[in-house]
C-alpha cells in the first residue's frame, strides 16, 4: 500500500478526503506541517506528500520540507490548492504536481499514481482479473475475453469499486457516495443508469459480471 503524509495546517478540512483516499487503497495521514520533522521524515518516510496550504504558505511549506529532509531525497510533492493560489504560485517551486479546489479523490489518486509509477514504479503492471474480464489498472482499461471495452470515466470508475470488493453488497447510496462523492445531488437513479449502461458493455450471454440484490443495491459476482 502507498504511504501518503496530508500535510496541513486545517486538518477538519481534509478528513473527507484523506477517507476517501484510504477506501482507494492509499495510506493516507494527515500531519500538521510541523509534524514533519526530520526524525519522522528518515524514519517513515512516505511515498509521496500533498500539500494542502495557501498563498505564500505553499512556497514556505515546500522550502520547509525541503529543508527538513535536506539530508535525503525528498518525496515528490503535490499540492492542493485554490484557483486564486494557482494564478500566483511561484513556478521554480520542486512540486510535481497540484490539484484545485473542491478536491475530488479520484483525481488526486490517479495523480498520485501516475507520479508513483514515474518515481518508484509503483502501480506498474497492476490489474484485476474476474475470469474473462481483465482491468489494466496503470492504463485504466478494461477487456473481455482480450476485446477492449470503451468505458466512461464513470463506469470505469464503478466497475473497478465493485471488481475490487467481489461478493460485497453496496447500496446505491453506498455507490453514489464512493464515485459520485457525498455532494452529489444526482439522486440514485444515476447508479441504476450507470450500472444498466456497464453491464450492457461487459456482459453478454455467456458473461454475468455484476449482480442486482433486490432492495438493497449491487454486487460483483464472487466466482467470476
Not at 518516510?45 to 535525503?72: F, N
Amino acid at each position: 500500500m502507498c504511504r501518503l503524509w496530508l500535510l496541513t495546517y486545517e486538518h477538519r478540512q481534509l478528513e473527507k478526503l484523506s477517507s476517501q483516499l484510504a477506501q482507494k487503497g492509499l495510506d493516507c495521514s494527515i500531519l500538521n506541517i510541523k509534524e514533519a520533522t526530520p526524525e519522522k521524515l528518515t524514519e517513515q518516510m512516505p511515498d509521496l506528500v500533498l500539500l494542502a496550504i495557501e498563498g505564500l504558505e505553499v512556497k514556505l511549506g515546500v522550502d520547509y520540507l525541503a529543508w527538513r529532509t535536506s539530508q535525503h531525497k525528498h518525496p515528490p510533492i503535490i499540492v492542493l490548492l485554490s484557483a486564486e493560489t494557482l494564478n500566483s504560485i511561484d513556478h521554480t517551486l520542486p512540486i510535481d504536481d497540484f490539484v484545485i479546489k473542491p478536491w475530488d479523490a479520484t483525481e488526486v489518486e490517479l495523480r498520485v499514481k501516475r507520479i508513483l509509477r514515474r518515481t518508484k514504479g509503483i502501480g506498474r503492471g497492476e490489474s484485476i482479473e474476474c475470469g474473462d474480464l481483465v482491468l489494466d489498472l496503470d492504463n485504466c482499461e478494461v477487456t473481455v475475453d482480450g476485446r477492449l471495452i470503451n468505458l466512461t470515466f464513470k463506469e470505469y470508475e464503478l466497475l473497478k469499486f465493485l471488481a475490487n470488493n467481489k461478493g460485497r453488497v453496496f447500496s446505491r447510496e453506498t455507490l453514489l457516495n464512493n464515485i459520485w462523492g457525498y455532494d452529489y445531488y444526482g439522486g440514485d437513479r444515476t447508479v441504476d443508469v450507470h450500472i444498466r449502461r456497464l453491464r450492457s458493455k461487459i456482459e453478454d450471454s455467456t458473461h454475468t459480471f455484476v449482480e442486482t440484490v433486490r432492495n438493497i443495491g449491487y454486487r460483483f459476482r464472487k466466482n467470476t
